[in-house]
């Protein structure tokens, strides 16, 4: 799953060209360590495929805490969405929470709507408003986005905190820092984390992370090797 650091910057910034906002790896996949406590604790992977015009994006995010060896907190998800020509049109997903809490979400444009389901039941929503997947760089730019892991809408507020240089395996990438809070559901568990990200001068996500409301320990999701 790691390639050699050599290799990084044509991995970071050789992509197939598309019409989405986003950038698409030449080898279609994206993958992320997710790091509390400088201990890697779950994968966060996104594949990417096209047949018909249509672009599938995959993303799978797996999590796994052990304390003495023995499964503290666990988190899966996996949603796959659909574009084409560069509007989103369908969605369907399934999280599962370390307390019990599981959600299964779809969602399709039809008619000059989004029609959705997850936590709230079937929704009626703006055929405009895309998923809270933060490797589309797009959704720093909105108001509302629909999130992939419980089926809801949340307001955003999201605001550009400059340039700033992180460095992966020693290679120093000049990134657009954002700051990105959201509204809390009534039915949320917890307060919605602050997240911190950082994009590349090609709209490529290459870091990002947040405050855990469980352990108000740091998670880290950062690009892997």
Not at 83 to 94: A, L, T, Y
Not at 149 to 168: F, M, S, Y
Not at 198 to 217: A, D, H, P, V
Request: glycine fraction near 4%; proline fraction near 2%.
């Amino acid at each position: 799953m790691r390639i050699l650091i050599n290799s990084l910057f044509f991995f970071i910034f050789s992509f197939i060209t598309s019409v989405q906002a986003f950038p698409i790896p030449k080898d279609g996949k994206i993958n992320f360590d997710i790091i509390r406590k400088n201990k890697i604790i779950g994968t966060h992977e996104i594949l990417f495929s096209e047949k018909d015009n249509y672009l599938y994006i995959e993303t799978i995010i797996d999590i796994k805490v052990k304390i003495f060896f023995v499964t503290a907190y666990e988190f899966f998800h996996q949603s796959t969405e659909v574009w084409k020509d560069g509007k989103f049109i369908r969605i369907d997903g399934h999280s599962n929470f370390e307390d019990e809490r599981e959600y299964f979400i779809e969602g399709e444009v039809k008619d000059g709507f989004l029609f959705a389901s997850g936590m709230d039941g079937n929704l009626k929503l703006d055929k405009n408003i895309i998923p809270s997947n933060f490797w589309n760089i797009d959704v720093m730019y909105q108001e509302k986005i629909f999130d992939t892991q419980k089926g809801i809408v949340r307001k955003l507020d999201v605001r550009e905190a400059g340039i700033e240089t992180i460095t992966i395996n020693n290679i120093k990438i000049d990134c657009t820092k954002f700051i990105l809070n959201a509204t809390r559901h009534p039915k949320d568990k917890d307060q919605f984390p602050e997240y911190t990200l950082w994009y590349s001068k090609e709209k490529e996500l290459i870091k990002f992370n947040f405050r855990s409301t469980i352990s108000n320990k740091m998670i880290e999701i950062i690009r892997k090797k």
